[in-house]
Nanobody
């Protein structure tokens, strides 16, 4: 079992920045961020390899969001800049043994943290 705890969400104006953190109880997993806006499906945002050498973000946030990790601290961050109202969602941290863009690729999930971007 892996416990994931997210933090760092909040209310920010459009154009602002936030950094989300995800603390894992142990490492060695591919880590990812998903988000779910009201009345929408949960969608993949970014992932990073277990060693941190490879990362990927979806086109809709490319150039604005960056995923990174500290392997020793079992912590993953999602740095979000130039935020837009459409980025408003609950953001979830996930961990799994294989890289993927689907919910089924990840075995462990955090409780989520709310990000609200006002216009």
């Amino acid at each position: 079992q892996v416990q994931l705890v997210e933090s760092g969400g909040g209310l920010v104006q459009a154009g602002g920045s936030l950094r989300l953190s995800c603390a894992a109880s142990r490492g060695g997993y591919v880590m990812a961020w998903f988000r779910q806006a009201p009345r929408k499906e949960r969608e993949f945002v970014a992932r990073i390899s277990s060693g941190g050498g490879t990362s990927y973000v979806v086109d809709s946030v490319k150039g604005r969001f960056t995923i990174s990790r500290d392997y020793a601290k079992n912590t993953v961050w999602l740095q979000m800049a130039s935020l837009k109202p459409e980025d408003t969602a609950v953001y979830y941290c996930a961990a799994g043994s294989s890289a993927g863009a689907y919910r089924a690729s990840y075995d462990y999930w955090g409780q989520g943290t709310q990000v609200t971007v006002s216009s």
